[in-house]
């Protein structure tokens, strides 16, 4: 009974979540919420990545992502890892294997505050918003307290 109200609640918070991506609910910015990608260059000649949208800008380069495999395909944490690398994501670690290797869908985990940080994350990876959800302890501790956690699922390994 505990299981069915809690995927009650998850279906809720998704499907609000889906409600006010869409149609820009929320009280913020009445523009537009597509976010896109913006390249700043210092002096020095490095870039810095960040994207903004409704839920504010992202800086890439200072967002720490931990990225496991929760599948037995070879290399599939690492070739994610790379995406957000190429991205413009300079902090992904670790790079490792799940506990669990039977997950069938990858999840995109956010901790508190990081919201559009995990959003981003997803869109980088291609991964549907849908599947950004918020982080549970287990999750922090396995991603050694990173704000953005990514466990690949059967559906990134084809």
Do not use: H, W
């Not at 929320?26 to 990545?49: F, H, L, R």
């Not at 790379?82 to 069938?104: E, F, H, R, S, W």
């Amino acid at each position: 009974m505990l299981l069915f109200a809690a995927a009650g609640v998850a279906a809720v918070v998704v499907l609000f979540l889906l409600v006010t991506q869409v149609f820009g609910c929320g009280g913020g910015d009445s523009g537009t919420t597509t976010q896109q990608a913006n390249t700043v260059t210092t002096q020095a000649g490095s870039q810095k990545t960040t994207t903004s949208g409704s839920a504010g800008a992202v800086n890439r380069e200072a967002t720490r992502v931990a990225v496991f495999n929760g599948t037995t395909t070879s290399g599939l944490a690492r070739t994610a890892a790379d995406k957000l690398v190429a991205a413009g994501y300079k902090q992904v670690d670790p790079v490792t294997t799940a506990p669990d290797q039977a997950v069938p869908a990858t999840q995109v985990y956010y901790d508190t505050g990081a919201q559009a940080e995990g959003l981003d994350v997803a869109k980088a990876l291609g991964v549907a918003s849908s599947a950004v959800v918020a982080m549970d302890p287990n999750i922090r501790a396995l991603g050694q307290n990173a704000p953005v956690a990514v466990v690949l699922g059967a559906d990134q390994a084809q």
